[in-house]
């Protein structure tokens, strides 16, 4: 019995130790995969939370990569930073690079212009290169070239340019000169005369070839063909060697003022089917006429109907709408002021500055003309609102006079800022009108200079 007894004590104390061992395997197991899945958590944790900062890090980042972008290149509206402008203008003698020189404090009165810089280039085709690669953001062209330029013909062949206008400006009028006993009244009589047709490649022999060609002419009908500036045509006129030369430049042209006092001369008018063939064609000449009985403009006996072509500022059409519509509103505004420095800046009318465009005007500019239009219908239908283009300022004498005829150029082309210099220019443009007192003989002044187009 004692035995027996004391086999089963035995058996249950084995059977315990066994059990027991099992429950201590089992809480270790248990314990260890809880550490290894509340390790696993923690990597998991560690890794999200680390994916999550470098998401948020790139979010940042990118945000401020967009921000960056937003603040330099602008969004078309209203509120972004303020721009820097490079202003390119023409060769120093000419009228391009002072009026560039006025604008300078006009624009920079602008909240959304941080600075506005000035440089001197070789005029229109360079201008319009400066702006396409981005070097230059206002510029001011000859319709001619800017016209080209969209077209993507002629020098600018199958590379059309991505610019358009803030507005129009003056004209460059067609002169052509005949001395007295030349027999020359028409462009037709140019034939079998020798001829001054500008300097190669310059505005000027653009414009004779056109003319000329309009006429049923070419340099082959003619007995010389001169390429030559405007003193160098002035003064072989004089010496008896040319019969007459052709001038595309403001009204009045030194040069011709200066052979006027020495010699007899003759101007011959582009008008009637010569006119219309050269408008039909190249739609960015316009009519023109040379007023008679005006001191400042020659004093002719009777008036001289020619041809022009417009002067334009402009602007890539990347260019912020804000700042665009800004900038044709400070423009206009200046040239009503009765503060305008440069005389060139008179010969037309702000009313005209988004008119007979061959280039697309900016679509902020055209904003700001479309408020005058406005302001100009309210006037028409209260009758209390003075009209912006208003001649009450104006003389007796020149408020009768057209437009485009209006204020005498003989003032000094003057700048109220002095601007940088960036590029000289061997032959710059030919715009600017003769200083009040200045030498008037056919010197070698701004008004002697061909365009360079």
Do not use: W
């Amino acid at each position: 019995m004692m035995l027996r007894t004391g086999m089963l004590v035995a058996a249950l104390g084995l059977s315990g130790a066994l059990l027991a061992g099992c429950g201590d395997d089992g809480d270790d197991q248990a314990k260890s995969e809880t550490q290894e899945q509340s390790s696993s958590q923690q990597e998991s944790q560690s890794s999200s939370g680390s994916s999550d900062s470098q998401q948020t890090a790139s979010s940042g980042s990118a945000d401020s990569q967009s921000s960056d972008e937003s603040a330099s290149q602008g969004n078309g509206e209203g509120g972004s930073d303020p721009v820097n402008l490079i202003f390119g203008t023409g060769g120093t003698g000419g009228s391009y690079y002072p009026i560039g020189g006025a604008l300078k404090s006009v624009f920079e009165k602008s909240d959304l212009v941080d600075g506005v810089q000035v440089v001197s280039t070789g005029a229109s085709v360079q201008n319009i290169n400066n702006i396409n690669d981005g070097l230059n953001q206002v510029a001011i062209v000859m319709s001619d070239v800017a016209y080209d330029a969209v077209k993507g013909q002629n020098q600018f062949d199958g590379q059309p340019a991505d610019i358009e206008a803030i507005a129009g400006m003056y004209p460059n009028v067609v002169q052509v000169v005949a001395t007295g006993d030349s027999d020359i009244h028409s462009i037709a009589d140019l034939k079998g005369k020798r001829v001054g047709v500008g300097k190669v490649g310059s505005g000027v022999e653009q414009s004779a070839a056109k003319v000329l060609e309009s006429a049923g002419l070419s340099y082959d009908d003619l007995a010389q063909v001169s390429h030559t500036g405007y003193a160098d045509s002035v003064t072989e006129m004089s010496n008896g060697n040319l019969d007459a030369a052709f001038f595309t430049s403001g009204v009045p042209n030194s040069s011709i003022t200066g052979l006027m006092q020495s010699t007899d001369v003759t101007f011959v008018p582009v008008e009637g089917e010569v006119a219309s063939k050269l408008l039909e064609k190249y739609p960015y000449y316009e009519n023109y006429e040379i007023p008679a009985g005006a001191p400042e403009r020659y004093d002719l006996g009777d008036a001289i109907d020619t041809v022009a072509i417009r002067n334009i500022m402009i602007v890539p059409s990347s260019m912020r709408d804000d700042v665009a519509e800004d900038l044709a509103k400070r423009f206009h505004d200046y040239l009503e002021s009765g503060n305008v420095s440069v005389g060139a800046l008179k010969q037309f009318d702000p009313a005209t500055m988004d008119k007979n465009l061959v280039v697309p005007i900016h679509p902020g500019a055209e904003t700001f003309y479309g408020t005058l239009s406005s302001s100009e219908s309210t006037a028409t239908d209260g009758g209390d609102v003075t009209n912006a283009g208003d001649d009450s300022d104006l003389s007796e004498d020149t408020a009768s006079m057209p437009a485009n005829e209006q204020a005498a150029t003989t003032e000094a082309d003057g700048a109220e800022a002095e601007p940088a210099k960036q590029t000289s220019a061997e032959t710059p443009e030919d715009n600017a009108q003769p200083t009040e007192g200045s030498d008037t003989s056919g010197g070698d002044n701004a008004q002697d200079k061909d365009p360079q187009s």
